[in-house]
């Protein structure tokens, strides 16, 4: 069977466990002296992320979520590659790209000590199709669960041409109450108003989220922190290679029209999605590797 298997090839004894989640989907259970996680090979999505010493989970997973082949799970840390949002072309390929839709492969687990554990998933250029990318590739996808969750997502140009690509970690976040939480880092940015044509606007103050927002902030600093008076903490967010952040929540009115979300869910996330977005274009030259770096760790108040 092909969870025994994997298990035999990538499980750590009392650290790190593949067992058939949800779907059928092979999952990555790591508990280790600092947290404990849960990982999905499917999308390369990591699902959830504890620390020990947090009563909640640092991510939200919509209990609604499908578990089916081409559908993206919602929640935790879908990975938007080679294209966030919209397909760029206009030729009908899934939004954010098609990595999250689709399953990876387990490449290495390694115990770095009782306190942390590192996961790498591979996506490799066999998944080719006519309408989708034809530009040859490996994505290499490093999780290290500690005391804070490490993402290192490495684009390879493995053929003979350049290639563009946008990209994100579309973070669901766990919040106390979406009406209290303020976000800081990204005051006096400028920001895409998706929700206004794309009008470009300036911000001002710490975000705040009072209705339906979704809002593409460019030259954003590269530090940003979410801080929540009801779960009491903060989750600070450091991501050197980017200058684009994303921040999203459905709110009540678009919340309902999602199958996979329940028309409540909003109140219990935000989304801060950094990553190389809109004209953050990242080009690869043939045989050159880029690399999307994100480190999310917790602060209690
Ligand atoms: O429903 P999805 O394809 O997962 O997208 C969910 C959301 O992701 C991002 O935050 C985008 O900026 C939004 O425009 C989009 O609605």
Redesign the pocket.
Known sequence: MEIQRLNSDFGIAGQLDIFPGQGGFPMIKISNGSAKALISVYGGQVLSFQPHDQVEDVLFLSQQSEYVAGK?I?GGI?V?WPW???DPKGLQR???GFV?NQFWQIANTEAINGAETKVSLMFNETFKQENTWRQPFMLMLDITIGTSLQLKLTTFNTGDKPFSITQ?F?CYFRVGDIKRVKVFGLEDCDYFD?LDQGSQKTQHGAVTVSREV???YIDAVKKLQIVDPVLKRRIHISSPNTSTA???N?WSK?SMK?PDLANLDYQKFI?V?AGN?AFDLIKIQPGSQFSLEANYSLLAD
Do not use: L, S, Y
């Open positions: 993206a919602r879908p938007c966030f949002g919209p899934p939004n954010h999250r994100a579309h998706k979704d809002q593409i994303v921040v999203w459905p678009t999602m989304c999605e977005i």
